[in-house]
């Protein structure tokens, strides 16, 4: 029987063994790719498939039962004698922290990325020391493993810019499944499959006369080795709150292109949006923001639809905070512009948005006003209308008694120091959006300086302690008084004016997680920490929970990561140059578990939270009829 | 041979987009301690950031509130240095010219105390 062994020699010639390693390297990668073409496959991966992950948007179920209005329990103060508020917590409990090296925190985003948590902590500009490595980098992206959030692993740090810190800041990330990320080809399917990609802002307002702002995308499938996989826009002079619909890879970029001409007020940014279904190779669709922004509008005088938003704001438009689209299911894009003042809200038609462009060139970068117009299906002002702004709004779609009702969570920032006089308590509101064409706040109370029943007291007695801004009318709003500052006055009440820092409203939850969706509003509030609403009544929203961390609490290791010694926050001063540590907290986000991770402007690092009594039984539905919580308080 | 540096080739490939012009820096640092004489010599209301530098080094820690506009400038440094109740904290907060405005000391424990403070400019942007 003769042999069938081909001899070694004639396997290892170069064109055999070249077609052999070929076939092992390159063919998995199409089988692979199977016969799925270009759509996500859920299957591998195990994100959610609500917004932004996916269009599979819960419906809310309203209803209009009458609870109790509960009364949030003081906040602890510290025995020191200085008035310092101590960590204070009413239906919620600290699980984990980390000093994430002591770096000014923006945004907490929290990805479940194969069978682990990974937590994107999106850093304000500055310094810092990489615990990993004991370099000093700039602030960028830090990332953690908080599958056991009772112990989160620091992975590691992305740096941002190297020039001038006020250049710097990454604040913003979104992060994508290249298994969800639709593929035009089973080539890019392959490319993608298995892997994970970030995109943030690289930079934010240096105000340079050559901008050096940027978006970026980075492969973060190895956690602890991310790479730069590349540039999306360059050039920019301002960025801010982007948003990314993985499913469909549309990405709503906050930017602006200073030679391109368009105009804003205050921030000087409107979205540029683009297709990033293959994060290697973006593929831009078009420039959009509020009609009066486009190249060649009026940059003064008064301004009234349709060619601005309206005639109680500002000339031109105030620059978009940031977009919350609600995915293709849903079809609709929530714009907030004007951040701290001058506030509108703004409802589109995402189809339209995309594809409305009939003459893609122009339309693209310089829009007539008609195409600017075309997907606005509604926009409403705020109450105190200049001093009130739009820093978020998040959509909330449900039914009530079987009939669709719709509600929108906005948020204003705020901006200014301890209370500044003349400013008003920055809040947030819920607004029936059913109607789009006809917007209408609810949950209004008459009695509070921004007319909401999402709203925190400055006093620790749970009083607000301001005057009338004089004005009547949807201008009418409660202002904080002269005689409020200086801090130092013994005659002023202690409470969070006199904390340091920021004390108002600055951003809401944006994860659509069904458990929590249309039950509770989550808000952070910079000194007065985040704060809870039980909105299931959404004519009749009431308070249900906070956590207030405390400054320092945690030893701020000299290079990076904690131990004994000074914390964390960093010092904040005050008008009247008294020096403090105060909370900031910056933003709130949730995961797919119910945690709640908080961000710290002030350094502080990263809480991560859950819910507990009343709290917790209002996302279980187990309190009616038997929630007589009216105010407990946790000491720790 | 070809065929050999074809196939390094195709298997580098995917790497090539490590290197980009943009990419992050970092610098080394050391935790040099500082004293309260070398903090004495900052004079708020003169002092720059630069002769700071060169007085105290790299900072340990920096940060920048400003996030919507440039105006809204917060700027403050932050160094470390021991004394007999521990390490403590230095925070130098820096006016939009860049000139030291604030200097302050956090001790081990306890609230921070301010060592000396320029007037705050008047206006001050708020959004």
């Known amino acids: ?636 | 041979m070809k065929y050999a540096c074809i196939l390094i080739a195709l298997c580098f490939a995917p790497y090539a987009f490590a290197g980009t012009p943009d990419a992050p820096k970092s610098a080394a640092f050391t935790t040099n301690d500082v004293t309260m004489e070398m903090i004495a010599k900052i004079k708020v209301g003169d002092t720059t950031g630069s002769q700071i530098k060169e007085l105290l080094g790299t900072p340990w820690r920096t940060n920048n509130y400003g996030d919507c506009n440039v105006v809204d400038y917060q700027e403050t440094w932050e160094y470390l240095g021991h004394d007999a109740n521990g390490r403590f904290k230095i925070s130098i907060e820096f006016d939009e010219a860049g000139i030291a405005r604030i200097v302050a000391k956090t001790p081990a424990k306890g609230p921070v105390v301010v060592l000396a403070a320029a007037p705050k400019p008047v206006t001050q942007h708020q959004h």
């Open chain 1, 1 to 636: 029987m003769p042999s069938v062994r081909l001899p070694l020699a004639r396997l290892l010639q170069p064109k055999i063994l070249f077609a052999l390693l070929l076939l092992i390297t390159v063919a998995p990668a199409y089988v692979m790719a199977g016969d799925h073409d270009g759509d996500r496959d859920r299957d591998r991966d195990h994100s959610p498939d609500y917004p932004p992950y996916g269009s599979n948007v819960p419906t809310a179920h309203f209803d209009h039962k009458v609870r109790p209005q509960l009364t949030p329990p003081a906040v602890t103060l510290l025995t020191d004698g200085t008035g310092r508020v101590a960590q204070s917590s009413w239906n919620m409990e600290l699980v984990g922290y980390d000093t994430l090296d002591g770096r000014s925190t923006y945004q907490p985003l929290v990805v479940r990325q194969g069978d682990r948590y990974i937590a994107y902590m999106a850093h304000h500009a500055g310094t810092g020391i990489n615990r990993l490595n004991g370099l000093s980098e700039t602030n960028g992206t830090s990332l953690l493993d908080v599958t056991d959030p009772h112990h989160p692993v620091y992975l590691s740090h992305i740096p941002g810019f190297a020039g001038s810190i006020d250049a710097g800041g990454n604040q913003m990330a979104h992060v994508c499944s290249g298994d969800v990320l639709p593929s035009s080809s089973r080539a890019e399917a392959a490319r993608k499959r298995g892997h994970y990609y970030l995109l943030r802002s690289n930079g934010n307002s240096s105000g340079l006369a050559t901008p050096t702002e940027t978006q970026q995308i980075f492969d973060v499938t190895d956690t602890s080795h991310p790479v730069l996989l590349t540039t999306i826009v360059s050039l920019l002079s301002n960025t801010h709150k982007n948003w990314w619909e993985c499913d469909t890879g549309i990405a709503y970029l906050v930017a602006n292109d200073p030679t391109q001409h368009w105009v804003h007020s205050g921030s000087t940014q409107h979205l540029k949006i683009y297709n990033l279904h293959d994060p290697a190779n973006p593929e831009y669709i078009r420039d959009f923001g509020m009609v009066g922004q486009q190249p060649g509008s009026a940059t003064s005088g008064a301004c009234t639809p349709p060619a601005c938003e309206g005639p109680a704001t500002v000339t031109p438009p105030s620059g978009i905070h940031g977009p919350i689209s609600a995915g293709s299911e849903k079809n609709r894009i929530y714009m907030a512009y004007g951040v701290g003042g001058s506030g509108v809200v703004q409802i589109l038609d995402r189809r339209a948005v995309l594809n409305n462009c009939n003459s893609p060139a122009a339309c693209a970068v310089s829009p007539s006003q008609a195409d600017m117009l075309a997907p606005q299906k509604g926009w409403f002002t705020l109450p105190g209308l200049t001093l009130q702004g739009g820093h978020s709004s998040f959509p909330i779609f449900g039914e009530e008694n079987g009939r669709t009702r719709n509600v929108l969570v906005v948020t204003s920032e705020e901006g200014g120091n301890e209370c500044t006089a003349g400013s008003a308590p920055h809040a947030v509101w819920l607004y029936d959006i059913t109607d789009e064409a006809n917007p209408r706040q609810i949950s209004v109370d008459a009695s509070d300086p921004a007319l909401t029943r999402l709203d925190v007291p400055d006093g620790f007695d749970g009083t607000f302690h301001v005057v009338s801004n004089g004005l009547a009318g949807a201008a009418y709003s409660g202002v904080y008084p002269a005689s409020l500052t200086p801090q130092d006055n013994a005659s002023n009440p202690n409470g969070f004016c006199n904390q340091g820092g920021r004390f108002g409203a600055h951003a809401v939850t944006e994860l659509f997680y069904p458990p929590y969706y249309g039950k509770l509003a989550i808000a952070s509030w910079f000194a007065g920490g985040v704060r809870v609403w039980d909105i299931r009544n959404p004519d009749a929203a009431r308070a249900i929970g906070y956590f207030v961390p405390t400054p320092n609490d945690t030893g701020c290791g000299p290079t990076g990561g904690p131990s004994a010694g000074p914390g964390c926050t960093f010092a904040n001063t005050g008008r009247d140059n008294h020096a403090v540590h105060a909370i900031q907290t910056n933003n709130p986000e949730l995961d797919d578990r119910g945690y709640i991770y908080l961000a710290d402007r002030a350094g502080t690092g990263m809480h991560i939270l859950k819910l507990t009594g009343a709290a917790k039984r209002a996302v279980e539905g187990d309190d009616d009829d038997r929630d007589h919580d009216h105010g407990h308080h946790d000491r720790h």
